[in-house]
């Protein structure tokens, strides 16, 4: 009797324990949805006015499953709206140049996720047999036009500020034409802006009023330039220092005020010549110091400094006067004791 009951009880456990186990025959996803495959799973699913994007994940773990659904429902749709994106850019770049090109389309690309403030996520769906979750995101064209629009007024803005720094950098172009051209691509930059679509921004008339004060200050430059004598030493063996040519350039200055020394360096006749007529220079006057050294017959140090004067106009080119050449010996009882200055201020007596 004993063993009835048990019997009895073993059968009782295994029928109420089936509801449990056909659960998981039958079905493989417990959060499963209830409703249909939805329409927008579709193949060519579209929405009049949106872009819509889906993506999915069967991540076992469901706070990964929503974040990677929901992250690749959002790619899927950016990567539609980025071609879209390069498209206009390549249409509406003016500045010339293929590498700005490129430049403006790879700051472009970066920033794409701007353009995605709108989106929503719109439905999901889980199917019961694989877990997989879908995800359906979407967003207005019309916010989209808008956020592109903005993007391409601040990339136009962006350009237009590094042209009119570029423009103003007189160490890294010093051809005054140069740098009239990237301030003319400037106001082709500013001119494509409208700051409409980025009010945080300054106004045009600000940055008109930065471009205007830049071009009329190459004008300045130009007419401070016309008609007035650059001033370049060449010292090619490096023996005069800075103090004895700055002194020799003085003089010079004194005796013709018009003479304006160029700071940078040069160290061949040509480049002293390209760069003067860069300046927007039309006369140039080059000094070419020449420093030797010997020995006397008594065993001292002699040296002597030829100084050759040359003048040349710089619109064709040529020496407006024959070079004019002067030196100066003197004596020393090393190399060290040599006095270049005592040797300039002979030379530049001469030049009077």
């Known amino acids: 009797m004993k063993n009835k009951i048990l019997g009895i009880l073993l059968v009782v456990g295994v029928v109420i324990s089936m509801p449990a186990l056909a659960g998981s025959f039958f079905s493989s996803c417990k959060d499963g949805s209830d409703t249909p495959r939805p329409e927008w799973l579709k193949d060519g699913y579209s929405e009049l006015g949106f872009y819509v994007g889906v993506g999915q994940s069967d991540n076992k773990d469901r706070a990964k499953r929503q974040t990677e659904s929901e992250a690749r429902a959002a790619q899927h749709l950016a990567e539609h709206i980025e071609v879209k994106l390069e498209s206009v850019n390549e249409q509406r770049t003016t500045v010339s140049g293929q590498q700005v090109t490129k430049e403006d389309l790879s700051k472009l690309k970066a920033s794409t996720a701007e353009v995605l403030r709108g989106l929503v996520t719109k439905d999901r769906w889980i199917d019961d047999e694989t877990c997989t979750l879908y995800t359906?995101?979407?967003?207005?064209?019309?916010?989209?036009?808008?956020?592109?629009?903005?993007k391409m007024m601040r990339t136009h803005l962006a350009r237009f500020k590094s042209l009119l720094a570029e423009g103003g950098n007189r160490d890294r172009h010093r051809d005054i034409n140069e740098r009239h051209t990237l301030f003319k691509d400037a106001k082709e930059q500013l001119a494509e802006t409208d700051f409409k679509y980025i009010p945080e921004e300054n106004n045009r008339q600000y940055y008109e009023t930065q471009l205007n004060n830049a071009i009329a200050a190459i004008g300045k430059e130009r007419m401070q330039a016309k008609d007035r004598m650059a001033l370049f030493v060449l010292n090619s063996d490096h023996t005069l220092n800075d103090g004895v040519i700055g002194k020799?350039?003085?003089?010079?200055?004194?005796?013709?005020?018009?003479?304006?020394?160029?700071?940078?360096?040069?160290?061949?006749?040509?480049?002293?010549?390209?760069?003067?007529?860069d300046r927007a220079f039309t006369k140039l006057t080059i000094l070419e110091a020449v420093c030797k050294v010997s020995i006397s017959q008594m065993g001292s140090m002699k040296g002597k400094l030829t100084l050759v004067k040359k003048i040349y106009d710089l619109e064709s080119r040529k020496e407006i006067a024959a070079p004019r050449t002067m030196w100066a010996e003197i004596i020393g009882w090393s190399r060290d004791g040599l006095d270049w200055n005592a040797a300039a201020d002979k030379v530049m007596q001469g030049m009077k």
């Open 136 to 150: 359906l995101k979407v967003i207005k064209k019309t916010a989209v036009a808008k956020a592109k629009r903005e």
């Open 248 to 277: 020799m350039v003085d003089q010079m200055i004194a005796l013709d005020p018009s003479i304006v020394r160029l700071m940078s360096q040069c160290d061949q006749e040509q480049d002293c010549i390209q760069l003067a007529h």
